[in-house]
Structure formats: C-alpha cells, structure tokens
T-cell receptor, first 113, second 111 residues
Framework: EAGVTQSPTHLIKTRGQQATLRCSPI?????VYWYQQALGLGLQFLLW???????NRGNFPPRFSGRQFPNYSSELNVNALELEDSALYLC????????????FGQGTRLTVV | DAKTTQPTSMDCAEGRAANLPCNHSTISGNEYVYWYRQIHSQGPQYIIHGLKNNETNEMASLIITEDRKSSTLILPHATLRDTAVYYCIVRVANTGNQFYFGTGTSLTVIP
C-alpha cells in the first residue's frame, strides 16, 4: 500500500513568489496535517484538514493557506514568499478518528532565494 | 504547545536496550501518548502509542506509569539505524486533534 506522497520533492522560488505544495494521503485516510520544519528546528503545526474542511491552523500568517479536495488530497499554498519560509514542509495523514496514528510523507524542501 | 518534557540527548551502546524517558505530568484522562522518530530530516516515523496499558510492537515497547505522568520508550536491541530524534507527544483532544511536536531526544547509538 502506498504511503503519504508529497510533491515536488524540492522547490526553489524567489522571494515574493507563490509556492504550491501537494500531498496525497494514504488511501482511506480523511485527515491531512501540514507541518513546517525550518533547518535545525522542530516541527511547527500549520494546518489540519478533515473531510474537506479546515479544522484548525497553527500560529502562521494568512499567506499560508491550503485546501483539501474531495479525494482527500491536499495542497498548501504559500503566498508572498519570504526568505524565512525556507524549510521542509511535511504532510501527514490519518483516519478521521481521534486515537489513530498519523503517517508522514518525506516532505517538500522549499528554498526561497 | 508541547505538553511533554524529554532529555535533549542520550547515548546508547549498539545491541543494548535504549530507554527514552518522557514526562507528561498534565496529561488528561483521555489523552494518548504517541512516539515518533525522525532520521536526518526525513518524515517522522510512527513508533507506538498507548493510553494507560503497556504496549509492545515489532519496533518498541511503551511503558506508562500507573499515574500516567510519565512514560518510557524502550528499543530492546538498539542498532546504528536507530540513531534519530525521538519525539514523545501527547495528543491534545481539545485543540484540534493535531500532534504537537516538542524538541525531542536526540539518540545516538554508539558502535
């Protein structure tokens, strides 16, 4: 069974541009989580989607947004890119119930120059 | 915000058991303890989770104290490939069900 897949693996953008990152969850999983991990730092929670709705977001500015599609895949959009947005962006998926584990993809490395 | 406290780093000899402690003194009755690890900026890997009973799977064992204020992850026979950052996470029910990662324990397995 395929795990969580993220694309692209690497992305290089110029400051001020927009970036779109994509995530395909494990089949049957309805919840998708997005995290940001800056170099040498821990994982910071960004967004949680479940059944197509945004359920919660972390302490990030509105230029970080996303959506979840009817097939439960998700995309993260980052507008007006800043140098400090350079990070590894991780997506995880889980069943929609409370006490189940989440499985992570390998991430998208975003570099803003 | 993370509700757990872990040592910053630990060493373990290859082949020996690695015991990674975690304090979660404010855990609520319906909150589970999860363990993940992250190797070299790869995506975190799920290890194990539990509520109040000890749990064991093919990767590790999880020992939760009776008062649930602390737990220990045990890797029974550590290998070099177990070198990673290990995260102990309490899944907080009333803040949207997401996982909050703290700073974790950097485990180094020494040959």
């Amino acid at each position: 069974e395929a795990g969580v897949t993220q694309s692209p693996t690497h992305l290089i953008k110029t400051r001020g541009q927009q970036a779109t990152l994509r995530c395909s969850p494990i089949s049957g999983h309805t919840s998708v989580y997005w995290y940001q991990q800056a170099l040498g730092l821990g994982l910071q929670f960004l967004l949680w989607y479940d059944e197509g709705e945004e359920r919660n977001r972390g302490n990030f500015p509105p230029r970080f947004s996303g959506r979840q599609f009817p097939n439960y895949s998700s995309e993260l959009n980052v507008n007006a890119l800043e140098l400090e947005d350079s990070a590894l962006y991780l997506c995880a998926s889980s069943l929609g119930t409370f006490n189940t584990e989440a499985f992570f993809g390998q991430g998208t490395r975003l570099t803003v120059v | 915000d993370a509700k757990t406290t872990q040592p910053t780093s630990m060493d373990c000899a290859e082949g020996r058991a690695a015991n990674l402690p975690c304090n979660h003194s404010t855990i609520s009755g319906n909150e589970y303890v999860y363990w993940y690890r992250q190797i070299h900026s790869q995506g975190p890997q799920y290890i194990i989770h539990g509520l109040k009973n000890n749990e064991t799977n093919e990767m590790a064992s999880l020992i939760i104290t009776e008062d649930r204020k602390s737990s220990t992850l045990i890797l029974p026979h550590a290998t070099l490939r177990d070198t990673a950052v290990y995260y102990c996470i309490v899944r907080v029910a009333n803040t949207g069900n997401q996982f909050y990662f703290g700073t974790g324990t950097s485990l180094t397995v020494i040959p």
